[in-house]
């Protein structure tokens, strides 16, 4: 099995049109690697949240090619790049997204009952999901019971309770205090050491570079430079990606 989870050749990505038209990804190169967390960083309007959107296989290059799990999207309809989201990837965003009047449990179900996972299985895998993220006490209560970084534990049981190979963490603290936001990254630390999985953060947070294992910067639509973060690698990444 490739340690490549995801990756991008020269993908660009051009919005809108006419007087309007956005050169967002130019010639985005970038492999993201299993049990590895990768941290994302640019001013605004830098393609950040774009190159999230195309290897989450929300949006589709306008040239290039993006591979899931060594699949390519070329070519692929939007049902096709949808059974991909749904095999491989999982979404954590800077706002919770829960549903107010459901449970934190009923909120990570959700997202294996559209799946149409069978009732009893969805619920135990549920429950395992929420116990990962330290919130087996708090599974009955809704989102205005829990606090900001309670929610953010729930959203993200929610993207990992499919098992997905990566998880598209976009701006995932902003929200947070330093406290909850640190705690925040622990747990996506250690779901890529502990279950191999790829991790890409977008983040404006310098105090979080701690956990990065590599730093991708962007500019302009750019990749303009990679660098090692100071987490410690395992040792199948620093063969692969040294410092880059």
């Known amino acids: ?48 949240t774009t190159l999230l959107s195309v290897l989450g296989c929300m949006l589709t290059p306008t040239s290039g090619s993006v591979l899931v799990c060594d699949q390519s999207t070329e070519g692929a309809d939007a049902e096709q790049l949808a059974l991909l989201r749904r095999r491989h990837i999982g979404f954590v965003f800077q706002q919770y997204h829960l549903f107010p009047t459901l449970t934190a449990e009923e909120n990570v179900q959700l997202a294996l009952d559209l799946r149409g996972v069978p009732s009893k299985r969805a619920r135990s895998a549920s429950y395992e999901a929420l116990a990962r993220v330290g919130l087996c006490n708090r599974m009955l209560s809704y ?14 049981a929610r993207a990992i309770v499919s098992n997905p190979s990566a998880i598209l963490a976009d701006e995932p603290t902003a929200a947070l205090d330093t406290d909850n936001g640190q705690a925040i990254m622990k747990i996506l630390a250690n779901l890529a050491a502990e279950s191999g ?9 310098a105090r979080l570079m701690s956990f990065a294992h590599r ?9 303009v430079g990679k660098r090692s973060g100071s987490a410690e ?4 990444l620093t063969a692969i990606i040294g410092g880059h």
Do not use: F, W
């Not at 690698?233 to 199948?236: A, E, L, M, V």
């Open 1 to 48: 099995m490739s340690n490549i989870v995801l990756e991008a050749n020269r993908v660009n990505k051009v919005l809108g049109s006419g007087a309007g038209e956005v050169h967002a990804l130019k010639d985005i190169d970038l492999r993201l690697y299993r049990g590895e967390l990768a941290m994302l960083v640019g001013p605004s309007g830098s393609g950040k």
């Open 143 to 156: 989102p205005r019971e829990l606090s900001g970084g309670e929610q953010q534990r729930v959203a993200i």
């Open 197 to 205: 999985r790829s991790i890409l953060v977008v983040t404006h947070d």
């Open 215 to 223: 730093i991708v910067n962007i500019e302009d639509g750019r990749i």
């Open 233 to 236: 690698k395992p040792r199948h």
